[in-house]
């Protein structure tokens, strides 16, 4: 069965440092996400992206972050410069189309020292 | 703003008792609803969901949910739990007017005793 993956399950980094978090999609899905969860919180959405372009973004995805499709497999989170705060596991997920299930991959646990 | 709320952040149940999982949204338009399972140290797996039809939803392992509009509630059950059923259990929904973002629940644990 097709499934999300990302990479790496584990990143530690010190703050003020880049971090990209990687993901490959389910090969014939048109939608991407990510989403993060702070120990303890809530699953927060982040941003979504169709067609090559942001399709939403929610207040906590600021200038420090980007998305990026760079090739046909490949969907990245950047984090430009990191925070205590930004430490969390984050999913990335797609779905076949608008409103249909999001599939998530298992996760990327960043930690900001 | 649409919110989901879980009134139950842990649920103890003992193995083969039947078990009920609540969820409680608040939009003014028409949502659809998720529930999807977090086992330890795993991802997020879709559980079963609600787009259109029959209101009454059921996965393969046996949980089923009901929308029930009226009371704007989407409450997971199963008659007889496993073991192998403990594991974190969200419930989440997309607006229909909206976007894409699905607003998550804060979950509920389920912790099933032998």
């Known amino acids: 069965e097709p499934e999300v993956t990302q990479t790496p399950s584990h990143q530690v980094t010190q703050m003020g440092q880049e971090v990209i978090l990687r993901c490959v999609p389910i090969s014939n899905h048109l939608y991407f996400y990510w989403y993060r969860q702070i120990l303890g919180q809530k699953v927060e959405f982040l941003v979504s992206?169709?067609?090559?372009?942001?399709?939403?973004k929610s207040e906590i995805f600021d200038d420090q972050f980007s998305v990026e499709r760079p090739d046909g497999s490949n969907f990245t989170l950047k984090i430009r410069s990191t925070k205590l705060e930004d430490s969390a596991m984050y999913f990335c997920a797609s779905s076949e189309r608008r409103k249909e299930t999001q599939y998530f991959g298992p996760g990327t646990r960043l930690l900001v020292l | 703003a649409q919110s989901v709320t879980q009134l139950d952040s842990q649920v103890p149940v003992f193995e083969e008792a039947p078990v009920e999982l609540r969820c409680n949204y608040s939009?003014?338009?028409?949502?659809?609803l998720f529930w999807y399972v977090q086992y330890p140290n795993q991802g997020l797996q879709l559980l079963l969901k609600y787009l259109s039809g029959s209101t009454l939803v059921e996965s393969i392992n046996g949980f089923e949910a009901e929308f029930n509009k009226s009371q704007t509630s989407f409450h997971l059950r199963k008659p007889s739990v496993h073991i192998s059923d403990t594991a974190e259990y969200f419930c989440a929904v997309i607006l229909n007017n909206a976007g894409n973002m699905l607003t998550f629940g804060g979950g509920t644990r389920l912790m099933v005793k032998p």
């Open positions: 939009s003014s338009v028409s949502v659809y």
């Open positions: 992206f169709y067609n090559n372009e942001i399709s939403e």
